[in-house]
């Protein structure tokens, strides 16, 4: 096997401005909550605990958004994170339909929170098509497309020739078009939430790397080579990572690396992002022309699974993503690449974030395990534990629980 090859900065980062923030010179020593880590999760808490009037830390070991979230494809979708019939059968339809407005609900807080704002990060709704590529494809998202139908939501079917009308490649057997879907430059996002946050009072951090969080009588103990705080709350908000600080964790949320390329800018293709493969791949063209495209996990011999490093990438993964837009559509012949990267998920086992108490641990919180899923979610998860810390009671789907932990051992 060739050895791995390193990358090029996340074209997400390259522009990425206040990634590197400090509010204060001198860590606090004592804060009523304190956040560990600095993507769309921890930057999330932060925001809604700062607005609440909420004394709160944010501790980021390199810079803000520089994990997943600086990393990913630029989608914000909303839905189940497995095939919608494949979801009813695992949670049944109620729990199933509870996931899917949390997240539409969720991407409504973020396009208020832009708006409200006045964001510059490249928010853009359009649909979400889910090709397919083998008949097996084609009869699952069938069978999804009967089922939410019955369900009352918005999805069209595309038999072979539609598939080829609408994407211009004759390599696709079948579609199922959803209609809500969106882009958006993550890590554009996150600096806003943290400068937002840091304006109602929240202490951010980054260069700051947690050693360890200590039970003690009188609360809990975070410490750092810069010092230590002392803390009512602490949120675990690392995902892939939060297993270093809380070893019970180790078999629960595993890291998996996840690769994406971006080309040049090409002439427009689709009105619409696409996802193909069971939703391995997963691609779109951004306004300015470039079209990210990421993927292909399951071309590395151990499909990337319990693997921290992202600064290399994998041949395998990466010969199948540079030829799979050559190979599927006759105008993207001689495509140029312009960046390559990686990140690193936490996936959970049954695929759904852990968002709430974590069990055995008086007063730590976890948000973890999101398994490639959790811009629809990362925003309305720090809420919920926010309020949770604040004595309220947050409207979470079951299968979002932390209470869960103990089954999923």
């Known amino acids: 096997m060739e050895k791995l090859k390193p990358l090029s900065d996340s074209f997400w980062l390259v522009d990425s401005v206040n990634r590197h923030l400090q509010s204060t010179p001198q860590l606090p020593t004592a804060s009523e909550v304190v956040v560990i880590g600095g993507g769309i999760s921890g930057v999330s808490v932060a925001y809604w605990l700062s607005g609440l009037g909420v004394e709160v830390v944010l501790l980021e070991r390199q810079g803000l958004a520089e994990g997943a979230t600086g990393r990913n494809g630029g989608h914000l979708a909303p839905g189940t994170n497995k095939d919608f019939a494949d979801a009813i059968a695992t949670h049944g339809l109620e729990e ?16 208020q929170f832009i708006e409200q704002h006045q964001v510059d990060c490249d928010l853009h709704f359009n649909s979400l098509a889910s090709l397919a590529l083998t008949p097996l494809e084609v009869e699952q998202q069938r069978r999804s497309f009967e089922l939410m139908q019955e369900a009352g939501l918005d999805v069209q079917f595309w038999d072979k020739e539609e598939a080829i009308g609408h994407t211009g490649s004759s390599r696709f057997l079948g579609g199922l078009l959803y209609k809500e879907h969106a882009q958006v430059w993550a890590a554009k996002l996150v600096g806003a939430i943290a400068r937002v946050a840091m304006q109602n009072g929240a202490n951010i951090q980054t260069g700051t790397s947690v050693g360890a969080v200590e039970q003690s009588q009188s609360g809990l103990i975070v410490r750092t080579p810069r010092g230590e705080i002392r803390a009512k709350f602490v949120v675990h908000a690392t995902n892939a990572y939060v297993r270093h600080l809380r070893p019970v964790l180790k078999d629960l949320i595993i890291p998996v690396r996840g690769q994406v390329m971006v080309t040049e800018p090409v002439p427009p293709l689709w009105n619409f992002d696409w996802i193909t493969n069971h939703g391995y791949e997963y691609c779109l063209q951004r306004p300015d022309g470039r079209i990210v495209l990421g993927g292909m996990r399951w071309r590395s011999p151990t499909h990337e699974w319990n693997i921290e490093d992202d600064r290399q990438i994998e041949p395998a993964v990466s010969e199948g993503l540079r030829t799979f837009l050559p190979d599927h559509f006759e105008a993207l012949r001689n495509v140029q690449i312009g960046q390559e990267w990686t990140g690193i998920m936490g996936f959970s086992p049954d695929d ?24 629809p979610i990362a925003f309305g998860a720090g809420r919920a534990i926010a309020q949770l810390i604040t004595g309220q009671q947050p409207q979470l789907p079951l299968a979002f629980s932390s209470a869960r932990l103990e089954q999923l051992k």
Request: charged residues 10%.
């Open 96 to 111: 199933t339909l509870a996931i899917w407005h949390l997240t539409q609900n969720v991407v409504e807080l973020v396009h």
């Open 352 to 375: 759904n974030p852990l968002v709430g108490e974590l069990p055995g641990y008086p007063g730590e919180y976890i948000i973890a395990g999101y398994s490639g899923h959790g811009m």
